[in-house]
């Protein structure tokens, strides 16, 4: 087949990215069959805690009396103090305008209550329709938390699904704060001691095995301290070790891990109050040679570890890198992070997930990502082109594929 010339890889790129099927591995939305956990609108979007953080910047507010407002108060204060009193340039600022702006809001008119009205008309099926449509998403990875009690009385009674939320088994608690979760163990029946004795490990996997059958979920995941080590003689190690790694491998699922949180810096701020710190790398190594029977999926939150987990994703095939998280889903930063994965894995990972907690938000997360990860494209394109190596319209199709959905899906399935 005819290679795409130079001049119109950029075309060619771009109109491949454009009309991308998304999987999105990484999202805290919910199938509307779990209620109020799917959350949606403008209230929402500005309460969203990456924004809360940056209102207490220009605020002197005491936070409880923040937290003691109603939404709607909340979401008005940001409102003024981030948009009207600032201009919004912040990265999650300007994803709230850029959502405003794809459904076709008046962004220029500065009108919250235009705004609010809009989604007021809405239906929520409706709503989810009309994102799924506008971003070209497939499916979304929710996160599913069986040690939360809202979310896990849903489990108990859920009817039918939505195959467009996918399940991932989210066991921070367990993994965490163990003292507390297994409390809540015990009053739901299993057998379990602080002391994890053989007994306790042994119920341990039925809870966790007995959650995969409910959720049929993609994989298992926890995010984890800057401090995480692994081997570790600590409840953590000891339940990863032995609960973790092998339910995790009965059941082919990858473990997800999301490093290098430090949790409430600031508990004033509650959600918006976590850090970031550099983590150890040679953890990740250390289980991906150990367990090579094992699947990771695994991304860090420190810029400073970005380097050093692409290289051990070349040692590793049991290690599939992922996404931009957090405080990295920045456009300088994906710049960045996604060039030097490409330049060390080719296109051996996944470039982005949305983190998006409510709804609206993948509209923005995803099309500022996109034309990052278009960006990118086409330089290491126009550089094989360079050689006299022409990429053709179907093999740049196939590679947009891969980065946007099915590198996931072969990982899932290998
Ligand atoms: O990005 C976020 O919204 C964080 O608060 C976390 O939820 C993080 O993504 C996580 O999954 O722990
Ligand atoms: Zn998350």
């Given at each position: ?10 075309q060619a790129v771009r109109s491949a990215v454009e009309n991308a099927r998304i999987t999105d591995v990484h999202t805290h939305l919910f199938g509307p069959q779990f209620g109020d956990l799917l959350l949606w609108g403008i209230d929402e979007l500005l ?197 973790v790694l092998p339910v995790c491998k009965e059941y082919g699922l990858p473990f997800g891990m999301m490093i290098g949180v430090k949790k409430l810096v600031n508990p004033g701020l509650r959600l918006a109050g976590d850090s970031v710190g550099k983590s ?42 992922f996404g931009c998280w957090w405080f990295l889903n920045n456009p300088s930063l994906v710049r960045e992070i996604t060039a030097m994965r490409c330049e060390l894995l080719g296109l051996s990972f996944i470039p982005q997930h949305s983190d998006a907690r ?57």
């Amino acid at each position: 087949m005819k290679g795409v010339e130079s001049n119109h890889i950029e075309q060619a790129v771009r109109s491949a990215v454009e009309n991308a099927r998304i999987t999105d591995v990484h999202t805290h939305l919910f199938g509307p069959q779990f209620g109020d956990l799917l959350l949606w609108g403008i209230d929402e979007l500005l309460i969203y805690h990456y924004l809360i953080a940056e209102t207490f910047r220009y605020i002197d507010t005491p936070y409880e009396a923040f937290w003691n407002m109603s939404k709607r108060e909340q979401a008005d204060l940001v409102w003024k103090t981030l948009f009207i009193d600032n201009s919004p340039i912040s990265e999650a600022c300007r994803g709230v305008l850029s959502v405003l702006s794809k459904l076709g809001l008046d962004v220029r008119a500065r009108d919250l209550t235009a705004y609010r009205e809009y989604f007021e008309s809405k239906s929520v099926e409706e709503y989810v329709d009309l994102t799924f449509e506008l971003i070209g998403l497939d499916c979304v990875v929710m996160t599913n938390d069986p040690f939360d009690d809202q979310e896990r009385s849903v489990w108990l009674s859920i009817q039918g699904d939505d195959p467009r939320f996918r399940a991932a088994l989210r066991i921070d608690p367990l993994l965490n704060s163990f003292d507390t979760s297994c409390k809540k163990l015990r009053d739901w029946g299993y057998e379990v001691d602080t002391a994890l004795s053989e007994s306790t490990l042994s119920e341990i996997r039925r809870f966790l095995t007995e959650w995969v059958s409910r959720m049929n979920p993609l994989y298992m995941a926890a995010s984890l301290p800057p401090s995480f080590v692994f081997p570790e003689d600590s409840p953590r190690g000891r339940i990863i070790e032995h609960c973790v790694l092998p339910v995790c491998k009965e059941y082919g699922l990858p473990f997800g891990m999301m490093i290098g949180v430090k949790k409430l810096v600031n508990p004033g701020l509650r959600l918006a109050g976590d850090s970031v710190g550099k983590s150890d790398i040679e953890t990740v190594e250390r289980l991906c040679s150990n367990y090579p029977d094992n699947k990771f999926l695994v991304t860090m939150l420190a810029r400073e570890n970005q380097h050093e987990l692409a290289v051990a994703a070349r040692k590793y095939r049991n290690l599939m890198v992922f996404g931009c998280w957090w405080f990295l889903n920045n456009p300088s930063l994906v710049r960045e992070i996604t060039a030097m994965r490409c330049e060390l894995l080719g296109l051996s990972f996944i470039p982005q997930h949305s983190d998006a907690r409510v709804l609206d938000q993948v509209i923005y997360k995803w099309a500022h990502s996109k034309e990052i990860i278009a960006d990118v494209l086409v330089d290491k394109y126009n550089d094989l082109a360079a050689t006299g190596w022409t990429p053709t319209e179907d093999e740049i199709r196939r590679d947009v594929e891969g980065l946007f959905g099915k590198n996931f899906w072969d990982f899932i399935e290998r």
